[in-house]
Each structure stands twice: as C-alpha cells, then as structure tokens.
C-alpha cells in the first residue's frame, strides 16, 4: 500500500509559519469523488485505496492537499498491533497528497489537524497505522516529524511480489482483481513479457489518537517501538 506524499520527502522549499498556516487553512471532509480524482492525478501512486475519511486541506475554495483514512485492508493487522483493539479502532492513512504550492510544513501542519478533526469526529478511533514505501524513496520523515511511533519494518515475515503487466507495476492484490490470480501461466496470458519483483520491507508506523488509552496500548503492543531510521538498507530480503 502506498502512502506518502508524490513528492520526495523533503522537497518543499519554502517555509510557511504556523500562523500563516492557521490564517489561509482550513480542514474539512471532502467528496470522495474528489478525492479519488485528486489522488489518482497527484499521488506519486496515481491509485486510489480505502477510504473512510477523505480529508481536504482547504486555501479559500481551492483543495491544496488531501488525507485518505481507511479501514486496514490486511484482516491481521489490527491484531498485530495490539489484542486489545477491534477493527473499527484502526484507521490507516492510505494517501497523502500535498501541492507543491505549499510550504515545507504544511504536510506536517495538514497532518496533525487530521488527527484533531479524527478525535472530534471519530471517537472510536483509537489508533492510526500507516507504512512507508522503499520503493519510493521513503523512509517516513512525515510521520517522524509529527511524532508517530516507529515499529520496524520486519513484522511481515512472508515475503510479496510486484507484478509488471504491460509497462506498469501492480501490488498483487491488485493484480488478482484484475485477472483473478497471479500464477505465471494466467498473467502470461495478459502479457506475455510480464515482469515480477520482491517487494521490499516497509516501515511502519503508529499513532496514538486515543489518549486515555496510550498506557494501555503501549504495555500490549506485540511488537516493540524502535528508533526511528534515515535510510532503507535494512528493507532489503535476506
């Protein structure tokens, strides 16, 4: 699954003030046609994925930015986080787009009013999960810079495969929407040149919304909190 912004992780160049950003923001939800147009033009990704809450970051009438919240797909993650949460306590950023018009902290600013608008209007929600894509670059700077909790990236044990049809990589899952299996006889027969590749390890993050709980949370935590990495040397299989 994808998440990050299209851009590289540190590519604003020009700062906006906290205050600025008060003044000329605002958040509210969005359409989700909207959203999905938004992301599949913008997002490094161009695809569109779960989606409970589309969030829009708002200059005047214009949606400058986009936070796509959703129910985990994978029926064992909210399980591996901790036996203590139900699958309508987790949310997953899926998506987070932000115009290259914007200033080099408004993702983080846009973030952080997410989880304040989640906590007045999801209450349910108690913890967000999201991962970050070696295969694009990143490491999670955005969720360092707004102080998710840092889990590794050797949760999964099983390995993945990408799946080039056609000139174009496809998440299996993906690719067994489309054409029923990813068993080399079937895909040979959609593109007979078709590619494959292991997908590396992704980070993962988390994100305590549910204040009251975070004690609790972090003494059932399966797997433990590490520091947080810069590179991603260890998301290569052994």
Known sequence: MFFDSNQSES????????????????????????????????????????????????????????AIYGFPIGRMVVKSICPILENDNVLELTRLWIAESEGKNSESWFLGRTFSWLKNNAPNIWILISYSDPLADHVGIIYQATNWLYQGNNIKKGKSWMYKIHGKWYHPRTAVSKWGSTKDEILKEVDENYERMIMPKKHRYLYILKRNKRKEILNSLKHPILPYVKDNSTCGWD
């Open 11 to 66: 590519a604003h160049t020009d700062i906006v003030t906290k205050g600025e950003a008060r003044s000329n923001y605002t958040i509210d939800i969005i359409d989700k046609k909207i959203a999905k147009e938004l992301i599949i033009e913008n997002h490094y990704s161009h695809s569109w994925t779960s989606c409970r809450y589309a969030l829009g970051l708002m200059k005047g009438d214009e949606i400058v930015g986009v």
